[in-house]
């Protein structure tokens, strides 16, 4: 003979907690769920929008001839900007860009030229072509 195990008697509000946890849990996961795809994909837009140096790059090709306005656009500053600013936005681009460490040295001419133009040493040299 088979003796069965019955649960003891579970009165009306006692089997309703019983069904809604479940779904009370279910709820709680599925929400969470949902709010962590939303921070990823928020995330991911952020990561990709970079930052503001790196939004705000120099779009173009150059000048045959450096103008203040370019020198100021690829330094990311404006054309009044003070000698200590110059300074600074130079130093930055070129520890991103510096020739020793991968950059481009067409680039680093450029920036450097930038930094001349803006700083009022300008294009001192002729060219004899």
């Not at 103008?67 to 404006?78: D, F, P």
Request: charged content about 20%.
């Amino acid at each position: 003979m088979v003796v069965m195990y019955a649960p003891p008697h579970l009165d009306e509000q006692q089997s309703c907690d019983v069904q809604t946890t479940p779904l009370v849990a279910g709820l709680a996961i599925g929400a969470a769920a949902y709010a962590g795809r939303a921070l990823l994909q928020v995330g991911s837009k952020w990561s990709t929008a970079g930052s503001a140096v790196a939004r705000n790059y120099y779009k173009g090709g150059f000048q045959a001839e450096m103008t203040k306005r370019e020198a100021a656009l690829i330094l990311g500053l404006r054309e009044s900007a003070a000698l200590e600013k110059v300074k600074e936005a130079h130093r930055r681009i070129m520890i991103a860009n510096h020739p020793d460490s991968g950059g481009s040295s067409f680039l680093a001419t450029k920036v450097n030229e930038a930094k001349d133009m803006m700083l009022g040493k300008g294009k001192r040299r002729t060219n004899i072509f």
